[in-house]
């Protein structure tokens, strides 16, 4: 298993199924930014919404490895209809075609898992368990919500900002490593931790200062 995020904002992906689980892909396909067509011959209301909408494209027919004969492959396939048989054919054709496969009945034949996914604005923390047990991977994300609080997607906004204040003072990926290192310290974190931003960045900000002069 290598483990990796991937841009797929305006990338194609294609989720076989018209049910629940479909419907649970294609939102998280949505919401990172993927054009998603859904094969199935009926929908389920939700994602018949999302069709009438224009939010994704709708193949009207039965998954099947003819889907592939006429298009380019997308970048990820999910396989997602209730019958176990179907989705390994239907991954094995989209394999064939060049797609990364993951298929919801059979995770030995999935090329990828989709772990548990916390997020708060840019941070995105996840959890997975390699396909073995994704209801541990759902109770662990929410220990990891209840002890991360609500203050970490705004630090990091606050953080992106002060990295370029430090890459125009500080010369040197080294030097920036030591700065950084020393810089996010366990006071400063249980500051964060606390709500207590302004102070933190103050803390981050005294710190540059600091180390510009010493330089």
């Known amino acids: 298993m290598y483990p990796i995020h991937l841009r797929i904002e305006g990338q194609a992906a294609l989720v076989a199924g018209g049910g629940a689980v479909a419907h649970r892909k294609t939102l998280g396909l949505l919401a990172a930014g993927a054009t998603v067509t859904v094969v199935a011959p009926e929908l389920a209301p939700s994602l018949a919404a999302l069709a009438a909408a224009g939010r994704i494209a709708w193949l009207k027919r039965r998954a099947s490895a003819d889907v592939f004969v006429s298009r380019t492959a997308p970048r990820l396939v999910f396989c997602a209809t209730d019958d176990p048989m179907v ?8 394999k064939e075609a060049g797609a ?102 103050a803390e981050v900000r005294h710190a540059l200062d600091s180390f510009g002069t010493e330089s």
């Open 87 to 94: 989705n390994a054919a239907f991954g094995k054709a989209a």
């Open 100 to 201: 990364l496969v993951n298929d919801a009945t059979a995770p030995e034949l999935c090329d990828f898992f989709l772990p548990a996914a916390l997020r708060d604005g840019d941070l995105l923390v996840t959890v997975s368990t390699g396909g073995a047990s994704p209801a541990l991977a759902r109770t662990l994300k929410k220990r990891l919500a209840a002890r991360l609080g609500a203050s970490w997607g705004a630090w990091l906004e606050r953080l992106s900002h002060l990295r370029e204040d430090a890459k125009a003072r500080i010369k040197g990926s080294r030097a920036r490593e030591d700065f950084w290192r020393t810089a996010l310290s366990e006071q400063l974190l249980n500051l964060v931790e606390a709500g207590r931003l302004d102070e933190a960045e």
